[in-house]
């Protein structure tokens, strides 16, 4: 039987809420002229849906759908909590606040260069998940690949002792003047005893993040040891 | 008449009574004193309380021996078969002790013998520990603890809370590691409690404390001590407010230190910070251990002004700002601590230099400093 009352319409989890009821709402409105009909929604993961006796009509029954599909990719995803429960466990720096660039002054005379509420917001949560994956990582012996369950904290609490600020510096041991993506890679080798990282693999990406982020406000002193 | 200089009893709840009474013994002669000691364990038993030890007043030969103890401490065990870095560590300082000639007195443990509490980690340490010449006192960190609320430690080791007297110094034993219930209400297993309060910047977990009841038996043991009585305390965590945040940190470290303001000559050993760390709050002189595992690095707030720092651990070099050591006990009571890190100079941090503020006999600063 071919479900032909079925109508399917994808949603991404990132969405908040509230937005996502309202494209929900709009995404229904137009495709289901005349009588109620049965609607499934499905999420961006290609799996979850939910049925609907009908479509909803209002923000607040576009919430209530939307926040029953995330409680049920939650559920099939409990990783997929990891920021809210790394940022539960750890301190991490605040970013900075770049409120300033909002103030009033020449951007008034330029509308097209200015910055929105909605690009702090988007700084802060792009950059604040890249932090927070790296803390993540940096807490676990499994992530980093150690075959010792050794992890970084267990020398470097809150990234303490790390001096990012310090690269490049020369190290006699490696014989070379480094980075710190290359001292990280040290440390994974030998107290860690795990595989070095590409340069460009996300987990470094995600620790130097971490390193640079709790070091924030000290000022650069490359070469210093 | 035998003077008797001093009575180091166990406790009763009776302290003020006691205390008079105890100090009413100093010019008994032994037979009295027997007579005595007996009646007040007679009164302590009627009135119900519970002893922690048989009841036994020992009448101590003069303070004034001096002796030397060593200490071990924070080795982190896992099994063998997953990690044998800090076995091999841990072993490099059993040999070290078994090397030392004198030997020492004993040995404290200070707690954190395993990593995650697990029974055969326990068992390893244990096992080590055994090949240790000099007698073993041990201390409990919370490494050992929360896996099982202490209960194969226990089972290995005995009491996590203990007084004994030695030479005439009244050593006491804390369990100091003991936090609210964080785990109950969000349903976590035994492994996930033991690997919240594994993570030392893990800020899901409660901090450290003694807690009332055993203050109370704290109070207790002490009640027979004069003021002038030598008194040394094992901690694992410091029995002060030095940075939360790592749990370099009792909550009722003001109370444990108001029970232990009285006494002249008081010093305070805990493991639990991995590094070279001094103090001195009124009377109570306060020094760390180091660990055989890894060193921490500082805190970034909070350090003692009469810490001297050791130089920041090298990486490159392996147990750098690791090791173990020893104190020396003096005939007044007061120590030297002795830091041996393996791989550099000792660092001596001598009673002289608690005594007297830091003005005198301040050890070397460090070169290579932490920022």
């Known amino acids: 039987m071919k479900p032909t009352a079925m109508r399917r319409n994808r949603f991404f989890p990132v969405i908040s809420g509230a937005v996502l009821g309202a494209v929900l709402v709009l995404g229904c409105a137009g495709k289901t002229e005349g009588e109620p009909r049965e609607v499934s929604v499905e999420l961006c993961d290609g799996e979850t849906t939910l049925a609907l006796a009908k479509r909803p009509e209002t923000r607040a029954e576009g919430q209530v759908a939307a926040d029953a599909m995330m409680a049920s990719w939650r559920k099939k995803n409990p990783a997929g909590d990891w920021e809210q429960d790394v940022r539960s466990r750890h301190w991490l720096a605040p970013m900075h606040d770049n409120s300033d660039v909002l103030a009033a002054g020449q951007r008034d005379e330029h509308p097209g260069r200015f910055f929105s509420e909605r690009d702090l917001l ?17 807490h676990s012996g499994d992530e980093l690949g150690s075959t010792i369950a050794v992890s970084c904290d267990m020398c470097h609490p809150d990234a303490a002792n790390t001096h990012p600020e310090t690269y490049p510096k020369y190290q006699t041991q490696i014989g070379k003047s480094v980075l710190l993506r290359d001292m990280i890679n040290w440390c994974l080798q030998h107290p860690v005893r795990a595989e070095p990282l590409a340069e460009n693999d996300p987990r470094m990406r995600a620790l130097e993040a971490y390193l640079y982020a709790q070091r924030s406000g000290t000022p650069l002193a490359y070469g210093k040891h | 008449m035998t003077k008797i200089p001093k009575i180091q009893g166990i406790e009763t709840q009776y302290m003020a009574g006691r205390e008079r009474l105890m100090r009413s013994l100093e010019n008994l002669d032994r037979r009295v004193f027997l007579r005595v000691s007996a009646a007040v364990a007679a009164a302590a038993a009627t009135r119900g309380v519970a002893l922690a030890h048989s009841y036994q007043p020992v009448m101590v030969a003069d303070a004034g021996t001096p002796f030397r103890f060593a200490y071990i401490s924070d080795s982190h065990l896992y099994e063998k078969k997953l990690n044998d870095r800090f076995i091999r560590s841990l072993l490099r300082a059993v040999d070290d002790v078994n ?20 029974p055969a980690e326990l068992d ?26 202490g209960a194969k430690w226990r ?9 004994f007297d030695h030479k005439g110094v009244h050593f006491v034993v804390l369990n100091s590691v003991v936090e609210e219930d ?37 109070e207790q043991d002490l009640a027979p001590l004069a003021n002038d009585a030598p008194v040394i305390v094992f901690s694992h965590s410091p029995l002060y407010h030095l940075y939360q945040g790592w749990n370099f940190w009792t909550i009722d470290a003001p109370e444990v230190q108001r029970i232990l303001a009285r006494f002249a000559r008081v010093t305070v050993v805990h493991g639990h910070t991995h590094q070279l760390l001094t103090n001195r709050i009124g009377n109570i002189h306060f020094h760390g251990l180091l660990s055989t595992a890894w060193p921490w690095p500082y805190a970034p707030q909070g350090l003692p002004e009469l810490t001297i720092q050791m130089n920041r651990p090298n990486p490159f070099n ?53 920022y």
């Open chain 2, 124 to 149: 390893l340490g244990a096992q080590i520990l055994r090949s240790l010449k000099a007698p073993l006192r041990m201390m409990v960190g919370e490494h050992d603890w929360y896996l099982d609320l």
């Open chain 2, 99 to 118: 090397a030392m000639d004198p030997q020492p007195d004993f040995v404290l443990y200070g707690g954190d013998l395993a990593q995650l509490g697990q």
């Open chain 1, 122 to 138: 988007v700084w802060k949560r792009e950059t604040e998940t890249l932090v927070a994956a790296g803390a993540r990582i940096f």
């Open chain 2, 318 to 370: 392996p147990q750098d700002g690791c090791g173990d050591g020893h104190v020396d006990v003096h005939a007044d009571g007061l120590v030297d601590k002795v830091y041996d890190l393996w791989n550099r100079d000792s660092i001596v941090v001598p009673r002289e230099y608690l005594a007297s503020n830091g003005l005198q006999s301040r050890p070397k600063a460090a070169n290579v400093a932490s």
């Open chain 2, 155 to 163: 089972a290995l080791f005995g009491k996590d809370i203990y007084s």
């Open chain 2, 182 to 218: 964080f785990w109950s209400a969000r349903g976590l297993t035994p492994m996930q409690r033991m690997q919240t309060v594994a993570g030392l910047d893990n800020r899901s977990q409660s901090n450290f404390q003694v807690g009332a009841p055993q203050r109370a038996w704290l």
